[in-house]
């Protein structure tokens, strides 16, 4: 009688596996368009783009690519990118993952309002965020007045731009840490606090491994649009040249005065910032899966 049971549970498995199947098949024709449509989207407005900028970069020869990058509004243009993205990416690796430790491991009045807060970024334009700062920090603004009286500049100078760079990089590391620790639960952090761990302790040795991954992947995000910010940064730099435009800021420039091959060879270095992020995307990425595949 068993053995009946099982043959016919096992028949129903089969059946409603072909059902499934039959389910979901299409022909032939209709999986080829769908790829076809997307490999033709892809290069189309992804690859064809990239490929534009490094052609048009090359145009007149490397001698004119080399002299695009090494003048010094270029090179100013590069250190005020790097400075900004070194001074923003590490606070929000701080707030990011308090913010997630937080969210996840307590509940506390205001839990919704800090989870809105954190994706306040991608819901507000970062013209509009740069606008906020001008109201706020101009000379004419609500602080304008303090901040001449103590010779404090923020808007027009460094401190604006890294204002501006750090609000709209806040959402990647917590919303990259959020839902790990969601999913992965309190368990092994209770069990490290029975055995005598302390908060501390629990962090470093229990939590951080868990999520080291998906931190590193919030970082690399966040740098990426640190490095690539423009809206909000153009709005409260006040494009001085050589001293307050970031990359981005600097091939506009450079573009408004028809020095395309200027534009393109510098354009060609937040291109290859974009590709290295990529491939940093996808190291961690396997590196990731390789760990979840190791440890099961």
Known sequence: MAAIISNLHAGHDRAALLESRQATREPQWVKYGIITIGLGFFVLFLLLPLLVVFVEALARGWETYIAALVEP?????????????????????????????????????????????????????????????????????????????????????????????????????????????QAQGREEEEAAVV???????????????????????????????AMGEFGAVSVVSGHIRGETNTLPLHVEILYNEYNFAAAFAVASLLALLALFTLVLKQIVEWRARKTVVTEE
């Open 73 to 181: 509004d270029a090179l100013s243009a590069v250190k005020l990118t790097v400075l900004a993205a070194l001074i923003a990416v590490p606070l929000n690796l701080v707030f990011g993952v308090a913010a997630a430790w937080a969210i996840t491991r307590f509940d506390f009045r205001g839990k919704q309002l800090l989870i809105t807060l954190i994706d306040l970024p991608f819901s507000v334009s970062p013209v509009v965020a740069g606008l906020i700062y001008v109201l706020l920090f101009s000379s004419h603004g609500w602080f304008g007045a303090w901040l001449a009286a103590h010779e404090i500049k923020i808007i027009f100078a460094v401190p604006g731009i890294v204002l501006a760079t750090l609000f709209v990089t806040v959402p990647f590391v917590a919303r990259e840490l959020i839902p790990l620790l």
């Open 195 to 225: 055995l005598g761990a302390r908060g501390w302790q629990v962090f470093w040795h229990v939590t951080l491994p868990n999520v080291r991954w998906a931190l590193i992947y919030g970082v690399i995000l966040s740098n990426a649009r």
